[in-house]
């Protein structure tokens, strides 16, 4: 990953390694039933997260004073540090990086209920720091004393991924050692779900199919799920398990539309392309990529195009994981990061759940119908945002 550019070229940033994961998801809690989930998939109908209870995270007190999306957010954090082993950092020297799309906005929706059904004397006084974007990001870094930037990402579908990519960048740059990063959703609230079907963006059908001709839309999800990011030499030095490691990222817009990708994928190919220079590779190293692929109309054409402009007819292997997951909004980029280490860990890309008849447009080497075997090589892993946000990261395998 890179820092900038001086008079001799570009300047290499220190080397980041993901020593640490976690997730919640519609597939169960933990980032083994998350990997169970895609591999061997059985999932239909509704993606909500099941068996969830915050007190496992906090006293019932405070269990009942967080918004669903912070409490997934805690919670995926919470498991990728367990992961991680013991860091030992100095507070200073650790960070928060987290995403989300719209906050505590099932928190938010049910109090302008009670305040136009009881009035203003019995909205809740917990409103405003169950409702804020950052609520998730400010609980991980009170309750373990990383003192260092604590901030939150929202570009929409594309904020997890960005903020996993701004946090490796504060390793690569030496300003942090650790930064735990990710994105959560939780916005199933009946008001949300109303205005994404009425702009057309749902599933008609209940069906996530990435990349199938039969596509109509993406399934809402909710969850989280959080990276720990080390600094590659100390992550060696306490003998950490690294999975792999943050080598390049990309970041652009298409300046085109407020929900529509650009139907040429101008901003998407660029992003690609930014991140695989990022990390110092060529386009024929990349060997697998993770794709957006929500399973609209628009989104999947316009990221095939773009695969292709890139890589060539048909490319590296393809597969979406919202088959599965369903699309969670600013979860999307961390929970198919989580899928991307554990392809290289496992040494399997999943199948997109799904796709069944492949899109006779779309001339990609989608994997489907079972995980195929590989010698694992660098990843990117895309994610394409309402507004136009685009994001990559390059995800490589430890060496």
Known sequence: MLIGTGPD????????????????TCCGQGVDALWEGLVHPTISGERRVQGFDAQHYFDPKDARRIDPFAAFTVAAAEMALADAGDLD???????????????????????????????ARRVSPFLVPMMMANAGAAHISM??????????????????????????????AGRCDVVVS??????????????????????TSGVSRPFDRRRDGFVMTEGGAALVLESWDRAVARGARIYAEIAGAGSTADA???????????GAVACMEQAIADAQLSVGDVAHINAHGTSTPLNDLA?????????????????????VTGHGLAAAGAIEAVASVLAIDRKLIPP????????????????????????????????????????????????
């Open 9 to 24: 070229g570009p300047i290499p940033g220190r080397r980041v390694a993901v020593t640490g994961m976690g997730a919640v």
């Open 89 to 119: 950092v100095d507070g200073e020297r650790a960070g928060v990086i987290f995403a989300t799309g719209v906050g505590g906005f099932e928190t938010l929706a049910d109090q302008v209920t009670v305040y136009n059904e009881r009035g």
């Open 143 to 172: 309750r373990h004393g990383f003192r260092g930037p604590s901030e939150t990402v929202v570009t929409a579908c594309a904020a997890g991924t960005h903020a996993i990519a701004n946090a490796a960048r504060l390793i690569a």
């Open 182 to 203: 990710g994105g959560a959703e939780a916005s199933m609230h009946p008001v949300a779900v109303a205005a994404f079907a009425n702009m057309t963006a749902l599933s």
């Open 256 to 266: 085109h539309h407020i929900t529509a990708p650009a139907p040429d994928g101008t």
């Open 303 to 323: 990221e095939a195009r773009a695969i292709n402009k890139v890589f060539g007819e048909p490319g590296p292997p393809v597969t979406s994981t919202k088959g």
């Open 352 to 399: 997109t759940y799904g796709c069944e008849e492949l899109d006779p447009d779309v001339h990609l080497d989608v994997v489907q119908a079972e995980a195929r075997a590989w010698e694992p090589g660098p990843v990117l892993s895309n994610s394409f945002g309402f507004g136009g946000h685009n994001g990559c990261l390059v995800i490589l395998p430890p060496r």
